[in-house]
């Protein structure tokens, strides 16, 4: 499991001894029924119970803006911010080849067929301001702009509440190139 | 001295205590040194040896482009960037009623009559994202906008290598806000 190294594998393992039957037995039916009910969302493949995820279920939510990103633990962390009305794509990665994972391995086939398909106005990339995040944004939007939607980037710049002082140069110079009128 | 507790205290008396004669002779003289020699740039109130810093005294540097930041150490880290080819006005803190730094502690009204002499075209509000960053960015820009140039301020977003999984609620909502068409 991700995270968990022989001392803390032993560590869970005496706990799991040392609980009560009925914890265990509560711990391992909870297990077989997020597997269960819980798979990927034909659209968006964010988590859903059922066919759809809340998001793309919720009719309040702006189908023409799609904002792709690399992980469901991205979606959840644009959803904490309460701003974003559009639906998302998840792409199941990034671009990576020293990982061995190429534009084949993520959902964008997924993704044109259904901008295509849908009449999305919008596509704002949102995968990871990292070297592999950036290539995969170049890609899809290399793949996206000739059907002739909007396709934007998220700023790169200063975290709200950092010091200019602290800042890296690239991303100082990222927020000095993508300075905006007042 | 800033940063420097009881225990760093006694650890640099004790040093100087152990040092020769004439290390802490030298040590004396650069202090002295460096208070009779640097001080600050009649123009942008960067440190300076003479009248003018070395970013004003540059003929390469564009004096039509005014970037303000808070203090000499943020010029200094937008130097680092080595993108910047205009000039500076350091402020001198920001505005901040709790500390009881209001706008006339600032050097503002230096900074209207140098924009309102010298033929400014761009002034880049480069104060820190923080709270009283912003409010000092508002002031300032209130004040500039009537003089008829362009005024801008640096960008917020997700710092580059970062990933958006470990960014904060504001800073991931404007950087979505702040998007750019590819």
């Known amino acids: 499991m991700p995270g968990v190294g022989p001392k803390s594998a032993q560590r869970l393992a005496l ?11 509560r711990l391992a039916a909870a297990m077989h029924e997020v597997k ?6 034909r659209t968006c493949f ?4 059922g066919m759809l995820c809340p998001v793309c279920s919720d009719p309040g939510r702006d189908a023409t803006v799609v904002c792709v990103v690399e992980e469901v ?9 309460a701003e974003y009305k ?8 990034c671009i990576s080849p020293l ?14 067929e259904r901008v295509g398909r849908d009449g999305v106005h919008e596509v704002i990339l949102a995968t990871s301001p990292t070297v592999e995040g950036e290539a995969t944004a170049m890609y899809v939007s290399g793949l ?4 002739g939607m909007r396709v934007t980037r998220i700023a790169s710049g200063l975290p709200v509440g950092g010091d200019l002082d602290y800042a890296d140069e690239v991303t ?11």
Do not use: M, W
């Open 36 to 41: 269960e009910k819980v798979s990927f969302c």
């Open 172 to 182: 100082l110079g990222r927020a000095l190139e993508g300075r905006r009128e007042v």
């Open 73 to 81: 633990k991205d979606l959840a962390a644009l959803e904490r911010t």
């Open 144 to 147: 996206l702009r000739p059907l």
């Open 86 to 93: 559009g639906q998302y794509h998840v792409l199941g990665g």
């Open 99 to 112: 990982d061995g994972v190429g534009p084949e391995d993520l959902r964008v086939r997924e993704l044109l």
């Open 46 to 49: 964010n988590l859903a119970e």
């Open 15 to 25: 706990h799991i001894l040392r609980a009560t039957q009925e914890d265990v037995d």
